[in-house]
């Protein structure tokens, strides 16, 4: 596809191309994330972070994301009553924010708002997530994590076992994520959950329609041996009808350091989309896990801030002149002490 | 007037010199709104953004406008209810926060609070609204939109007959519009509401005191023959007692093409200060006017920008070095495609 | 101690020399924070400004500090209640958004939070107050604020007599601010508040142990004679049990304009920590005062700016390169004028 100018919406959008031209921009921003250099490309640009649901980390995920690569951020957190209470449209909405900034960035609570919003608007958008639907940074970031995982111990995506576990569901990331991994081949994945919470039965199809080898458990202990990686999720308690019900499902595939010594692979890749429960009658990923170096999870937010970054340079084609518009970081850089 | 350092609270600290003079202003600002050259000219300038009442969209345009310029954003959106818990006054609050910022936006929902604020601030302060007061950056757009539109059909706003429609009792745009038209002659204003949300006899004593010819008409379709300008506005829900009052006149006043068609001038510019109430009861401006050129209401908050910008860089005295401190854009733009 | 991507969580951390290390950088904020010069130091620098509970005159001093050294500002303001739901660990927490950003503010209601979430961030953090427990800018502001009062009319704080007065119980602002005058000399701390909110023992012990003078007053006329600075503070109502109980003591000791000249000393310094509650019925520090010269109220509150400045320059370790980088102001200075 041409990302010059596109609206990220859906990851129905991309090929498999289209997402390793993603990763490689996303590789080329690391020095800027860790801030070796600063780049100002972006000077002048103003990006519009529309949260029209509150989600602190994404917000400022995107927000930083932006604020890297030189431009500014002007930004709403959180509903505004006070248009819908005068009846605004979403696409008049869409045609007056879309003249105050360069690109936008929305999240809202809506199942395809977003995509609507984005048709109606005179500069391009970001999804940030609408609802149940669809968060494609969120999918890009965890198949990017991934593949640097992968790569770091001599592999890569093609070959790929991963198990998912949990709200397997409720859970719209493993729903995005078991989507791109059709874009690969020779992957297996292994589904980890109660059978009131297994994953939707056409994400399966689409997964064994394009060659991938899907297996089902509803043990954890049985279904993690001889997995790349584990990918934990998050009982969705806000998606179901009441707490009582959630509770039912809460904690009962909890990963703790003893289970990942005596049933995986020494360097089995842990993976969660964040935020994770450590409350205690949840505790999905028990916290005596956070001094293994495979726990990936705060890895994947971190790359969060790069695949943002390479949208943003792609869809307002910058990505050729990030670094002639670059110069040294000027402070103390807590990432290289 | 002397804009340099000026607080701006009310139209009525303009002569007809100063309105034009902040247009020929917001002309020259157009090439920054359009995204056709970066200015740095306000680079190190906070602007204190301070909207104790929710509105997203005037909030983002004021910000917007001061980034276009190359100034940065500090901001509050929403009441702040502990400030009013721990009983502080408008005039501390305004002292403290000056030293905080090189100019004040403010919105407050009381009415008169913006100038008190004003008189205790260090800084300039322009007014986003204060209640069902004033709202000076929002008449100004109003009126720099009917300049341009007149403008692209070789007219001027001399001469001209503007229809304003509606909610004209609680519309505090029309109140204010209809202050400064007094600045024009040869102005004739067609006043079409039901008898109980009439115009404020205060304001139409002023138009016709100042030689603008006044009619009255509760008929949409009698009133909106033979005028450039339709001026349509919503039914101000939240200022009636209830909303079964409101509910009474909601809708009594619809254009649509058809209507637009068969009764209007083929040239007839549509305006409302948004947000239109779109919901099938309301309708004020039916979508079916969205491909009518005429429309020009997205065009009129994009103007709010440049009104805004005209504003800041007056009050700041950088209106001649904006373009001294300019340089190239360097991304994708989607405003020229 | 090296200030070099530390933490500053609590006075407890600083010996007399790094006070004073802060101050003498702080003052040469003043140029910067005046509107003298702009410098672009931190420009791509990003702070995570991260309010969980709602303080918008904080919130704004720590962004406009790093506005005004050139770095850009990420934040969040109010409580984000959809990551209790989820259950996320502060420690998490801190983890992600340390990601996002060169250095963190945040404020928490919980005492003890901040120094939590610092351990761990993977940036400096830097706080902004947690909940009754510590506010260490605002002290160290207010030292400042004695420390450049007392300086103007030719004294040090070494042979300072101060009277602090009000709630004394509630208020953590004179709990630190006396634990700070312990690195001080020759200091002499009048208390002036009814029993029940008297300053907690452990404080007036630590003052004492080393050789702060301390005395005791019920009455305002008594105590205020003789002192160099009366330091008066607010009813904190929202620490009581109720606000009857507040209302008991709300108002008890007023200082206005008559009690201040026949009581005071001509010199004496008027400080706030701010908000003033303004109210009839509390009045603490009344409005006829504003004019007095001696109010430093406003002083106060601009010092804040130029502490946090100090903080994060030395933080970020950019106090040496701040002038290097800066450049004239372009605009109008409503401070000089």
Redesign the interface.
């Known amino acids: 596809m041409n990302f ?2 596109a609206h990220i919406v859906s990851i129905d959008q991309f090929e498999r191309p289209d997402v390793e031209a993603i990763f490689a921009v996303a590789d080329r921003m690391q020095p800027y994330a860790l ?1 070796k250099r ?9 990006l ?1 972070n529309m949260f029209f649901e ?4 994404t ?3 995107f ?2 994301a932006f ?2 690569l ?1 431009g ?3 930004e ?2 959180g509903f ?4 819908l ?5 979403l ?3 869409a ?3 879309s ?4 690109v936008i960035c929305m999240r809202h609570p809506v199942a395809g708002s977003v995509a609507d919003f984005a048709l109606a608007s ?3 958008v970001v999804s940030g997530g609408d609802g149940a639907n669809e968060h494609p940074t969120q999918a890009l970031l965890d198949l990017y994590t991934i593949r640097k995982e992968m790569a770091d111990r001599g592999r890569s995506i093609t070959g790929l076992k991963i198990a998912m576990i949990g709200d397997l569901r409720h859970g719209r990331t493993v729903h995005s994520l078991g989507k791109l991994l059709c874009l690969y081949t020779d992957v297996e994945v292994v589904l980890i959950s109660p059978e009131k919470l297994s994953l939707p039965e056409g994400i399966v199809e689409l997964m064994r329609n394009s060659s991938i080898k899907v297996t089902h458990y509803d043990d954890l202990l049985e279904g993690i041996v001889d997995v790349d990686i584990v990918y934990s999720t ?1 009982i969705q ?2 998606r179901f009808p009441n707490k009582r019900e959630a509770d039912l499902y809460r904690g009962k595939f909890r990963l703790n350091q003893a289970i990942y010594t005596e049933f995986c692979q020494p360097n089995t890749v842990i993976m969660h989309p ?6 205690s009658d ?1 505790n999905e990923l028990d ?1 005596d896990l956070d001094n293994n170096p495979n726990l990936a999870i ?1 890895r994947q ?2 790359n969060g ?1 790069l695949v943002r970054m390479a949208l943003f340079a792609m ?4 990505v050729d ?1 990030v670094d002639a ?1 670059s110069h040294d ?7 290289q ?1």
Chains 1, 2, 3 share one sequence.
């Open positions: 010059t100018g801030r600063v780049t100002r490309v972006l000077e002048g640009a103003i519009g509150a989600s602190t980390r917000r400022i995920s927000g930083s604020n890297l030189g500014e951020v002007r709403t957190a505004d009553n006070s248009a209470v005068k009846g605004e449209s696409q008049d909405t045609r007056v924010l003249g105050f900034s360069d005179r500069v391009p998050r308690e806000e964040m935020p994770r429960d450590s409350r949840a916290c705060f937010a971190d801030v869809v307002l084609d910058v002149s518009h970081v000027r402070w103390f850089n807590a990432r002490n």
